[in-house]
């Protein structure tokens, strides 16, 4: 019988490590997939009524990754109703972690609060193809450490596809980019029985319908050189309270521009639930750096502590629309500037619309807030 020559065994060889290698790449890939899709464990404050899933309002999202907890809080007094909801872009990780820790804070005197952390519950299971975006930022908390994860800006493709080569926008008709069908804050009002990001705007909008929400708030993110940025988006049914809000913020030391909302600019939370729904709609922005197209290195600390020497040299040249030096805009910044809004637009409210007063606390106070760590007020783990 012929021995193997030296060259066969050589290639078995390769052909085995070859094999071992791609073992390997799909047991780390496939633990990194499965790792993104275990939700986080919130631990609501003693005000919660009940947690229910969003396919309570919209069965159509049953058994599906669009699904998603509702949290329920409500006061022993009478009062309006307030939704906020964080993680329509699942990268834009200073609303999920808002809502996150409203959810863990919160105190109601007066009225009914819904908060939805993960308004795109599949966005958080992957991340953004090529953006080097860690999967995870990490919080420490006085009894320990806790992960969130930051995902994507759309639904992931794996529970929708594939893309048409165009999107025709719901309700309006507005052609847009293929992809831009799994981008939820171009989904609303949503489609009943539609593809899941428009079953999930479906089911946001209607819960506002079917719950009379008098005030709603979708938090988002940006990149530093975005120009609507640290800002309050409102449609000309929220222009009150909004107007109102930004000069109580600007007096206390907080600046914030005011943006309306276009009649025209179709499919966006703060347009179609105007046009849809009885509630005072607002957007918040805030500026990220892990969200920019001039960041350096990128990692879980710039999303979290947020500091970038080429920002820094950005604002020194005025290439981008906030201030930015060498303390960064740091996530403890992000979420005391949407708390902040978020209690003058409630107190706003109140003033104008004093019989359906939603009377709520129990967060931080956002200056205080900025100079400790975000994990100081989460619970423990």
């Known amino acids: 019988m012929a021995r193997p020559s030296f060259r066969a065994s050589r290639q078995t060889l390769i052909a085995a490590g070859t094999l071992l290698a791609v073992a390997l790449v799909v047991a780390f890939s496939s633990r990194a997939f499965i790792e993104q899709h275990k939700v986080?464990?919130?631990?609501?404050?003693?005000?919660?009524?009940?947690?229910?899933?969003?396919?309570?309002?919209?069965?159509?999202?049953?058994?599906?990754?669009?699904?998603?907890?509702?949290?329920?809080?409500?006061?022993?007094?009478?009062?309006?109703?307030?939704?906020?909801?964080?993680?329509?872009?699942?990268?834009?990780?200073?609303?999920?972690?808002?809502?996150?820790?409203?959810?863990?804070?919160?105190?109601?005197?007066?009225?009914?609060?819904?908060?939805?952390?993960?308004?795109?519950?599949?966005?958080?299971?992957?991340?953004?193809?090529?953006?080097?975006?860690?999967?995870?930022?990490?919080?420490?908390?006085?009894?320990?450490?806790?992960?969130?994860?930051?995902?994507?800006?759309?639904?992931?493709?794996?529970?929708?596809?594939?893309?048409?080569?165009?999107?025709?926008?719901?309700?309006?008709?507005?052609?847009?980019?293929?992809?831009?069908?799994?981008?939820?804050?171009?989904?609303?009002?949503?489609?009943?029985?539609?593809?899941?990001?428009?079953?999930?705007?479906?089911?946001?909008?209607?819960?506002?319908?079917?719950e009379g929400i008098d005030l709603s708030f979708d938090i988002h993110e940006s990149s530093p050189e975005y120009p609507v940025i640290n800002a309050i988006v409102a449609s000309e049914t929220s222009q009150d309270v909004a107007s109102y809000a930004a000069i109580s913020l600007q007096s206390d030391g907080w600046e914030f521009a005011l943006e309306p909302s276009p009649p025209n600019f179709h499919g966006l939370s703060h347009r179609e639930w105007t046009d849809h729904t009885k509630t005072r709609p607002i957007l918040l922005e805030t500026a990220s750096a892990v969200m920019g197209r001039l960041r350096g290195p990128t990692n879980a600390d710039l999303a979290t502590i947020g500091k970038d020497p080429q920002y820094v040299k950005a604002a020194k040249i005025g290439a981008i629309s906030v201030p930015f030096d060498e303390n960064g805009i740091s996530i403890e910044v992000r979420v005391a500037r949407d708390l902040a809004a978020i209690a003058a637009i409630v107190s706003a409210f109140n003033d104008l619309v004093p019989d359906r007063a939603i009377l709520v606390g129990g967060w931080p106070d956002p200056k205080e807030l900025v100079e400790h760590k975000l994990g100081d007020y989460l619970a423990a783990p």
Not at 64 to 70: A, H, L, Q, S, Y
Not at 128 to 138: G, L, T
């Open 40 to 210: 986080e464990a919130l631990h609501p404050s003693p005000a919660l009524k009940r947690v229910f899933p969003l396919s309570e309002i919209n069965p159509n999202l049953k058994g599906t990754p669009g699904d998603t907890d509702v949290y329920m809080y409500e006061g022993p007094g009478k009062g309006g109703s307030l939704l906020v909801i964080g993680g329509s872009h699942a990268s834009e990780i200073a609303g999920t972690m808002t809502v996150a820790l409203l959810v863990e804070t919160l105190k109601v005197d007066a009225g009914t609060v819904f908060l939805i952390p993960h308004a795109n519950a599949s966005a958080m299971t992957h991340d953004e193809p090529q953006e080097a975006h860690p999967r995870h930022v990490f919080f420490d908390t006085p009894g320990g450490r806790r992960a969130f994860r930051l995902g994507a800006r759309f639904t992931n493709p794996v529970h929708q596809w594939p893309d048409p080569i165009t999107y025709a926008q719901p309700g309006s008709g507005t052609m847009l980019a293929g992809a831009e069908t799994r981008n939820l804050n171009r989904a609303f009002p949503g489609v009943e029985n539609g593809n899941l990001t428009e079953r999930i705007a479906w089911g946001i909008t209607e819960l506002i319908r079917r």
